[in-house]
């Protein structure tokens, strides 16, 4: 038998708890796991009712009203500008990137799996790159090449956020690079959409790496054989 | 190794906001949710075409006034753009989340209001509006209030009673204790009870076969 404030896991999911017992249940929740749980379970059942209410379709105007509303205050969102910037290293972005092109550094085996793209895998990296996008410690580095921009998380996990890419030509695959000094490490790759890209970068990245992209013969390659058309400032 | 000539993409100009809201169509909803906390508008654009509707939908049931059920949608969009980087992959579905924050901003209207009180429970769905949506997601919306009106019909009365005032009437269990007439712990258990049997039924019939078409309109 469900008692106490477990059970008013049920109305708080309805909306239904009077105001001080909306409280309390609030004050109780980060601390219980078994009611965190059930709100979670309980919060699927009520979604199902949501969609259940379906009726008409509001007015066009509304989806203006609230993109106007947002326009309005775009400094209300999370800040996500560096806490501190870091001393820029020695060696400038643009020649790290150059690098990337010039050198015959030696080649590693790699154990990167070229075939990820299965649709499960793909969600489950799509879903870790979330995770980084909506961490509030990770920042955000700008790109010197390419449009879009760089999530590096504390532990050094990162995601590109790449805006107007086309799909890679058939054939072709884009691939990431981790530069470390003059270094290019593989850090995975993807195919490119029409739209919008977030990809998790393989690797970790560290202070004053730069995070590029090249476009390579399906498969990918160990060492880049074209010019970035991506590239991060360093981190 | 032969030499590859550079195969350098022209750099994309500047996109404008309609292509950018294409431009996030294949993502997903948590994935959207986490570049509105990052400021970006067109995902919020994108994440109200997926549920603008349904978030709507659910407001008029609650408020039965279209310019009310189009305040809380738009208050509660405005919330998702305000806090969205507080919201956890990890606890729940986005969808989950934002129909949440609507329900929970209809209902303090419809309080505040005062403007249910009338009948709430009469189902008043007009099939007219779907006629402009898109073929699998009018039928993906009929599949689904069938088999949730389903899983509500084999409730006791009591608890489907209960769970239908509180969540679509927007009474809450003090107030659902007073009309019905019976004491505040009976009401708690009910709704606790109809609601644990309404989330099994509804596993039960979405392994009978669910589908949902993807929403990219």
Redesign the interface.
């Known amino acids: 038998m469900?008692t106490g404030i477990h059970?008013?896991?049920?109305?708080y999911?309805?909306?239904?708890?009077?105001p001080e017992?909306r409280y309390a249940y609030e004050a109780h929740l980060p601390g219980c796991e078994r009611c965190?749980r059930e709100l979670?379970?309980?919060?699927?059942?009520?979604?199902?009712?949501?969609?259940?209410?379906?009726?008409?379709?509001?007015?066009s105007e509304?989806?203006e009203?609230?993109?106007t509303?947002?326009?309005a205050?775009?400094q209300?969102?999370?800040p996500?500008e560096p806490r501190r910037r870091r001393v820029v290293p020695v060696l400038a972005a643009a020649a790290a990137v150059a690098a990337v092109?010039a050198l015959g550094i030696g080649l590693w085996a790699s154990h990167l799996s070229g075939q990820l793209d299965d649709t499960r895998a793909a969600?489950e990296r799509?879903?870790a790159?979330?995770?980084i996008?909506?961490d509030?410690d990770a920042r955000?580095v700008s790109l010197q090449?390419?449009?879009g921009?760089l999530?590096v998380n504390p532990q050094g996990r990162a995601v590109l956020?790449l805006?107007?890419?086309?799909p890679a030509?058939s054939g072709?695959t884009y691939e990431m690079w981790i530069i470390e000094g003059e270094t290019p490490v593989r850090a995975g790759l993807f195919p490119g959409?029409?739209?919008?890209d977030?990809v998790g970068v393989d690797g970790t990245v560290d202070t004053g790496n730069v995070v590029a992209v090249t476009?390579e013969?399906a498969g990918g390659v160990d060492v880049p054989?074209?010019?970035p058309?991506v590239a991060s400032e360093p981190v | 190794?032969e030499?590859?000539a550079?195969?350098?993409?022209a750099?994309?100009?500047?996109?404008n906001r309609f292509a950018?809201r294409?431009?996030?169509?294949?993502?997903?909803d948590?994935?959207l949710?986490?570049?509105v906390?990052?400021?970006d508008?067109a995902a919020?654009?994108e994440l109200?075409?997926r549920m603008?509707?349904?978030?709507?939908?659910?407001a008029?049931?609650?408020l039965r006034d279209?310019r009310y059920?189009?305040d809380a949608?738009?208050e509660a969009?405005?919330a998702v753009?305000?806090t969205?980087?507080a919201?956890?992959?990890?606890?729940?579905?986005a969808?989950?989340w934002i129909?949440?924050l609507?329900?929970?901003r209809a209902?303090d209207l419809v309080r505040r209001e005062e403007r249910r009180r009338a009948e709430p429970l009469a189902d008043?769905?007009?099939s007219?509006?779907e006629t402009?949506?898109a073929t699998d997601e009018a039928a993906w919306?009929r599949f689904?209030?069938e088999?949730?009106?389903a899983?509500l019909g084999q409730l006791p009365d009591v608890q489907r009673e209960a769970?239908e005032l509180?969540?679509?009437g927007?009474?809450?269990?003090?107030e659902?204790a007073e009309r019905l007439g019976v004491p505040l712990g009976t009401i708690?258990?009910r709704?606790?009870a109809?609601?644990?049997r309404?989330?099994e039924l509804?596993d039960d019939s979405a392994q009978e076969g669910s589908w949902r078409p993807e929403f990219t309109s």
Request: proline share 4%; charged share 25%; hydrophobic share 45%.
């Open positions: 469900e059970e008013l896991t049920a109305g999911a309805l909306d239904a708890l009077d017992e965190q979670a379970s309980f919060w699927e059942t009520t979604e199902a009712l949501a969609i259940a209410a379906s009726g008409p379709s509001p007015s509304l989806r009203r609230i993109l509303d947002v326009r205050e775009p209300v969102v999370v996500f092109v969600l799509e879903r790159a979330a995770e996008l909506a509030p955000t090449a390419g449009e921009q999530v956020v805006h107007g890419l086309d030509p072709k959409r029409d739209g919008a977030v476009v013969e054989t074209t010019t058309i | 190794m030499v590859t550079p195969t350098v993409l750099l994309p100009g500047s996109p950018m294409k431009q996030h169509a294949h993502l997903s948590e994935a949710v986490a570049l906390a990052r400021g508008e919020l654009a109200y075409d603008g509707r349904i978030a709507y939908g659910l008029l049931r609650v279209e059920a189009e949608v738009q969009f405005l753009w305000r969205a980087a919201f956890r992959a990890e606890r729940a579905k969808s989950t129909l949440t609507v329900h929970r209902v008043e769905q007009s007219a509006g402009a949506l919306l689904e209030r088999r949730v009106q899983a769970i509180a969540y679509y927007g009474f809450s269990q003090s659902l708690k258990s709704m606790f109809g609601l644990a309404l989330r509804l």
